[in-house]
Structures are given as structure tokens and as C-alpha cells.
């Protein structure tokens, strides 16, 4: 057998060893989900140092290759990290566990009683990049929604996934459950995720998380439904009926906690009317917080620490303590901006008027609308998910962070007494 034939005959039987595993699933209950979570979390405890061994490997061969010291932060599994990946397990035991729940049941005028069921997606592929702990993360979300999850991390990290898979194997089998339902594609070939990516017999969704390249990559390949978010540019327009004193915290929050991330603000946008008077201010204040601000020819002339932008800073994801600015005529041509240069992740209005408030969210189109708010809180656990597998910037069939519910879809199920149509 050719290593090509052998590499396709590993993920076809994963594939089916996860659909097997997955109509299991459908039978546990919390408890017995529940007691699973905890028994990963036991182990993790227990063979830190064994993990610790395995993802070293992974630190050593990244710095022979010159990855980033971000990177080799992100891949490094330091007691810290698995702290946090147990308490994280102990976090999601403590959710309500959606499957099984029946919604919106009403009584029909011949007698039938309708409702709609909560239940699994079935089998998720999931594809990341780096972060090693996204491995328990997305195993921990998948299992209390009664998912199967079939996990490929970067090539980077393949000795610390290989060994958790093994960790989270063993935990399933200790408490009589499929151990199939929870697998780690165990090569680093970027074929073995072209083939994943085919079997949509047994697979039901992918969630691709990483880099714009990985989703694009992932959804020009893939036969399977794809849940995408390309990247985050999100706005914050600042409307001539804005409390300013509030306005400045909120900007330099959203830019400066932490510039790398999805949620953070890449544009700001300010009504014409305060211009002249705010973005001094603002700016001056940005700049203080090591912020560099590109800008319109208005911005730039208002102020000189203003650099003038240039066509591809419009719409663009930074990730670093850089964001555009532009002074605008008024929210009509905010929003306009936004659906040109927006991502449909998290766009936010600063406003006292309740009018304008209200038709900024009921007319701009992104996962998050929010008022007088920072876009940091577009997070599961921010907006009472708990945890999150995720921020789908698409709408089919979850738009916005993805907690436990958004692993599950809903079945229509009906009661009757006999009942035949007509």
C-alpha cells in the first residue's frame, strides 16, 4: 500500500470511528458527561510532567525553526496554561447541558403537541493552529453537547496534541465511554486534512480556527458545512451625541488589552460635528499608549501625529497597536463605511440617543452590535456563555461566539393521540 493510500485509510477510518462514536453520545446523560470532564481534569493533574516532556519537544523544535516568541508563548503548555485548562473543564461541568431540551411546545387545533429538540451536530472536525490547549478546550465543549470531535492542531504542535488525545482517550475509556468519541489526527501531512475534509458521510460541520489563510484554505477545500471567521475588523464610531468623557476608556480598551485578538478594534470612525474637538484628544491619547493612528486627510490635519493612511489600512486587521481613523459626515456614512470595510464581527456605536442606538443595531450587519461598549466583550464567557469554541462570522447556522447551545441543533418532535392528516 502506497503511503498516500495508508494516510487516506487512517482518516477515512477516523471519520467512521467518530460517527460510530457519536451515536453513543446520544444516550449519556450529564452526569455521566460530567463525570468524564472530571476525569480529564484529574489526569491532566496527574501526568502534567509527562505533557510537559512531550510538549518541550514541541518548544525545541519551534525555536529551531525560528518561530516567534508570541508563537512559542502560544505553543508553551507551562503550569499556568494546564492550570487553566482544569479549571476550564471544571467551568464547563458547571453548565447546563442543553441536549435534550424541548422548546417552544405548543398545542396544534387537532391535538398534536409540537416542540423542537434540542440535539448534537453529530461530528466536528475542528482545525486550529498553535495553541495546544484549544485541544482539551474544543474535546471539553464537544463531549457535554454529546458531539463527536475530531481535533487536527498545527504540525507545530503534534508531540503535546498526541499525548493529550492519549490523556483524553484514556479518560473516556476509565468512565465506559466510546474513546473514539474524542480523536487527534496523529500526522503532521497537510493531506490528511484534504481527505478530512471530503468525508462528509461521516463528518458534520468543520470549524476552522486561525489565521484568514487556514479559514480560506479550509473552505475552498472542504465538502462539509464550514463554520468561518476570516478575520476581525471591527469599528467603533463615536456620534456627535456621544458622552466623549466615556468614549476615550472605551477606544482604548478595545485597541490596547490585547491588540492581537479577533475582538479588537482596528478602526474608529468620529462624527464630523466633534471632530475638530475630540480627535486631538483622542489621538493624543492613543499615541500616549503607544498606539500608532493612520488616518483621513480631515484626522491628519486635525492632528499632526496623524499618519496619512493608505488605501490598504482601510479594512485592514492590524493584530498590533496600529487602527485607522476617519472623520465621518454623520452615522449614515458610518454604517456605509462598515459594510464596505467590516468583517461582521463586532461594530459598536457611542451614542446618548436612544434613536440612533437603536437603528445602529437593528441596520449594521455583524455577529455583535453594541452600544456604549467595548469590543472586547464579543466573547463567549463575556457575554454569559460560559466558553466558547469560537466566533462564526457567517449565519448558518450560528452567528457570533459559539457556546454550548451553538453545538447543538434543534428536531422538530411531536406528541399525538392518534392523530392522522387529512
Known sequence: MTEAANLEKIVIAMAQDACDAAAGLLTLSRAEKDRALLRVAELLDRRRVTIQAENKKD???????????????????????????????????????????????????????????????????????????????????????GNAVILRGGSEAIHSNIALAGLLQDALADVGIHEKAVQVVPVTDRKAVHILLQQDEYIDLVIPRGGEGLIRSVSESSRI?????????????????????????????????????????????????????????????????????????????????????????????????????KVVDGMGEAMAYIRRYGSQHTEVILTENYTKARKFVAQVDASAVMVNASTRF?????????????????????????????????KFVVFGEGQVRD
Not at 228 to 243: E, L, P, Q, S, T
Not at 294 to 322: H, I, Q, Y
Not at 388 to 404: D, F, V
Request: proline fraction near 5%; glycine fraction near 10%.
Open 378 to 410: 464579543n466573547d463567549g464567557g463575556q457575554l454569559g456563555l460560559g466558553t466558547e469554541i469560537g466566533i462564526s462570522t457567517t449565519k448558518l447556522h450560528a452567528y457570533g461566539p459559539m457556546g454550548l447551545e451553538e453545538l447543538t441543533t434543534r
Open 59 to 145: 518548544l525545541e523544535a519551534g525555536r529551531a525553526k525560528g518561530l516567534s516568541l508570541a508563537m512559542l508563548d502560544r505553543l508553551e503548555l507551562s503550569d499556568k496554561v494546564i492550570d487553566s485548562m482544569i479549571s476550564g473543564l471544571h467551568e464547563v461541568c458547571g453548565l447546563a447541558d442543553p441536549v435534550g431540551a424541548v422548546e417552544n411546545l405548543s398545542l396544534r387545533p387537532n391535538g398534536l403537541q409540537v416542540g423542537r429538540m434540542r440535539v448534537p451536530l453529530g461530528v466536528i472536525a475542528m482545525i486550529y493552529e498553535s495553541r495546544p490547549n484549544v485541544t482539551i478546550d474544543a474535546a471539553a465543549l464537544c463531549l457535554k453537547t
Open 225 to 325: 458545512p464550514v463554520l468561518k471567521h476570516y478575520k476581525g475588523v471591527c469599528h467603533i464610531y463615536v456620534d456627535n451625541d456621544a458622552d466623549l468623557a466615556k468614549a476615550t476608556p472605551i477606544i482604548l480598551n478595545a485597541k490596547t488589552q490585547r491588540p492581537g485578538v479577533c475582538n479588537a478594534l482596528e478602526g474608529v470612525l468620529v462624527h464630523q460635528a466633534v471632530a475638530e474637538k475630540y480627535v486631538p484628544e483622542l489621538v493624543k491619547a492613543l499615541t500616549e499608549a503607544g498606539v500608532e493612528v493612520r488616518g483621513c486627510e480631515k484626522s491628519v490635519a486635525l492632528n499632526p501625529l496623524v499618519k496619512a493612511a493608505t488605501n490598504e489600512d482601510w479594512g485592514r486587521e492590524f493584530l498590533d497597536l496600529v487602527l485607522v481613523l
